[in-house]
């Protein structure tokens, strides 16, 4: 599968929004469970958030929920991070990842979504900075 390219990414002051958004080919899928992770300096790759194309369920790591929105725009073929209220330690490199999973993948999304060992196709990644 072709790499996946991610775009919105920037430096902004904490406390505002940015969006990103990831585009490759084959998404979004309804047989394709596709994440957001991110990986600051020193630390390990971290998932952020995932949502499987079939029937939209999500999951988000628990220091972004309520702040962070995925979604699929099948109209523009995107997978979107919408990030409000940006935080200092919200700064990273968020990356954008996606596995088929033509089998129960709803449930095996939701149960190995934030692990980025299980995820076959990646992006190169975008900078979020968020200063205080």
């Known amino acids: 599968q072709e790499p996946l390219v991610e775009s919105g990414g920037g430096s902004v002051q904490a406390g505002s929004p940015l969006t990103l958004s990831c585009v490759g080919s084959g998404l979004p899928s309804s047989t394709t469970c596709m994440a957001w992770f991110r990986q600051a300096p020193g630390k390990e790759r971290e998932g952020v958030a995932s949502?499987?194309?079939?029937?939209?369920?999500?999951r988000y790591t628990d220091s972004v929920k309520g702040r962070f929105t995925i979604s699929q725009d099948n109209a523009k073929r995107t997978l979107n991070l919408q990030m409000n209220n940006l935080q200092p330690e919200d700064s990273a490199i968020y990356y954008c990842?996606?596995?088929?999973?033509?089998?129960?993948?709803?449930?095996?999304?939701?149960?190995?979504?934030?692990?980025?060992?299980?995820?076959?196709?990646w992006g190169q990644g975008t900078q979020v900075t968020a200063s205080s």
């Open positions: 990842a996606a596995v088929s999973l033509p089998f129960a993948g709803s449930k095996i999304c939701g149960q190995v979504g934030l692990s980025p060992d299980r995820f076959n196709t």
């Open positions: 949502l499987y194309g079939g029937d939209g369920s999500t």
